[in-house]
């Protein structure tokens, strides 16, 4: 089969760590000059590596992801850029972590091509249902804890009574500014910016 084999790896701010992307790619016999990675959100497909893989690709080529959600973060984003790779640049796509995705078999038979399409809608659709579903999940706890007085975000810290004394204290040279810090259990960076938050 002709045509040369590319892997393209996304990971997001929170994930870090591609190696089980790189090793799958690397099972593969994928040359690390031809695997794309982009390290960012997958909120819109200006991604850099993504663009440059884009560009490089031909008819014939292959293009390996580990799974589906590679490709974007929505249903209609997965679909955009599958067709993409499929109708414009004529590759195909190979989805490791799922063999029915895999369009290589599309040269042979095509029952097997709409089976690997309908598969990806399928598949696409229910990744998407799943991140709407946990972020509702997620908006329901926040407001539950609400409800129960939970306070989410950084909370404000408790001035010491005798914070107004100290300060004066300090500013006296009666006592040093670590002094000061020690007697209030406080940094540095606290104790300067309320100074100035209540004009002392």
Known sequence: MGGKAYGYIRVSTREQNISRQIAAMRAQKIPQKRIFIDRQSGVDFERPAYRQMMELLM????????SVDRLGRSYAEI???WNKMMMEKKVRIVVLDMPLLDTRIMQDDA????????????????????????RQRQAEGILEAKARGVR??????????????????WRGK???????????????????RKIKELGL
Do not use: H, W
């Open 79 to 81: 679909i955009a850029q």
């Open 174 to 192: 009666e006592i040093s500014c670590q002094q000061a810090l020690q007697t209030l259990g406080m940094g540095r960076t606290s104790f300067y």
């Open 59 to 66: 008819p014939g080529d292959t293009v390996f992801i580990k």
């Open 111 to 134: 029952a097997s091509a709409l089976l690997s399409n309908l598969m990806l809608q399928i598949i696409s659709y229910a990744a998407q249902a799943e991140r709407d579903n946990l």
């Open 152 to 169: 989410f975000g950084r909370q404000k810290m408790r001035l010491p009574n005798e914070f107004p004394e100290i300060v004066q204290q």
